[in-house]
């Protein structure tokens, strides 16, 4: 696919968007991390970004977005243009009925702002070395990639023979219009002390619910907005918070599986994850597209996120940028999950790290986008026209908050973000969705 990075009605370049997870630096807390992230999407506000969502984790030292729901609901009331909502609502912890009454809810005192994406619920694999679901969206770092780059397309690193771990993931890295997609990496569900930790949390979490057909799971929340829910002996349902909610329904996908398919079929807008899986991005694009029914929307419409780092120079980018691949390889080794995000003074160089650690991390680290603000516009501009996105969601990981807000800063000065006229923030609808508000 080779469309401009350009919003095709406008002619300008695609929205921007931030996914906050809600980091905790090493030496901070919780609590400290909640109050920046809302003081964040404050900035976000002003800066002309279209939406912010947080991601659903638990229990992951480094990582407080735990409730989006609350967290939306919090930045919702504090800002004025921002949409807000969920990148993703698990829906192994949380049934979809409930995330869509959280989120009609805030929908009903901020109508027009609100963004509900489920992801599919994650399973541990039965044994080891059983596969796993194909595009189940699993907490932060439980993918499946690996790869490497050169120094001319990824300067935030030394070029390494990665030769042996793209062996070992199965695949080469390829070089698509311009667009470095790595190899998947090693499976880590191999790994004995990952699973049983992904099961002792799940015990902890109290994630006991069964989840059904993900596809029905989906049309109870669109059915139940509408005001048409029936279950399967025919009994009609209502929800107050949710029937005629001024909220879009989203889905994530980080394959070409059946969170793509299904977004499709309902012809729902779909959150290609290429920050967490850059190896299935395309395979994603091309499942969702080829799958689209006019639906919610009458047009396909996608937002693929990517990790970016912004500073001043390039030489500052790489400096801000050491501590990733650390808070990757704890979050893929499956000890305690993302540690607190570490100082560039506390990471390990790329250079001293053994080969088996490189192979975890290197596709995550080679297609995260650093420098300064020209170099990461260029290959933003890249990654649209390659996947053909209609929006981007950035994340953004450093350990000092204000280098966090410094890069979306310069992000949006060097992209040019704006508030439009007019709501822009929502795809075209059918007139069916429009009716209800969906």
Known sequence: MTEPATDRTTGTRVPLSVLDLALVADGSTGAAAIQRAVALAVDLDALGYRRVWYAEHHLAPGVA????????AAVAARTSRIRVGSGAVLLSTTSPLIAAEQFGTIAALHPGRVDLGLGRAFTVPPSAGAPRAADAVAPEGDERRN??????????????????????????????????VPPAPPNGFNDPALRERLLAQQEVIGAQRTPADFREEVELVLDVQRGTYRDRSGAAYTSPPVEGAQLDLWLLASSGGESARVAGELGLPLAANFHVSPATVLDTVAAYREAFRPGVLDEPYVIVSADVLVAQTLERARVLAEPFADWVLSIRRGERGAIAYPSPSAATAWTDRPDAERALVADRVDTRI???????????????????????????????????RRS?????????TRDPAGDPARPARTAAAQEVGA
């Open 65 to 72: 977005s735990a409730a989006p729901a609350v967290l939306a």
């Open 147 to 180: 790869g490497r780059v050169k120094e001319a397309q990824n300067p935030t690193r030394p070029t390494f023979d990665g030769g042996r771990a793209a062996a070992g993931a199965g695949g080469v890295p390829r070089l698509v219009d311009g667009l470095y």
């Open 370 to 404: 650093v420098g300064d603000p020209d170099t990461v516009v260029e290959r933003l501009e890249t990654l649209v026209r390659v996947t053909g996105a209609d929006e981007l969601l950035v994340t953004t990981a450093t350990h000092d908050p204000a280098e966090t």
């Open 408 to 416: 979306f800063e310069l992000l949006a000065q060097a992209w040019g």
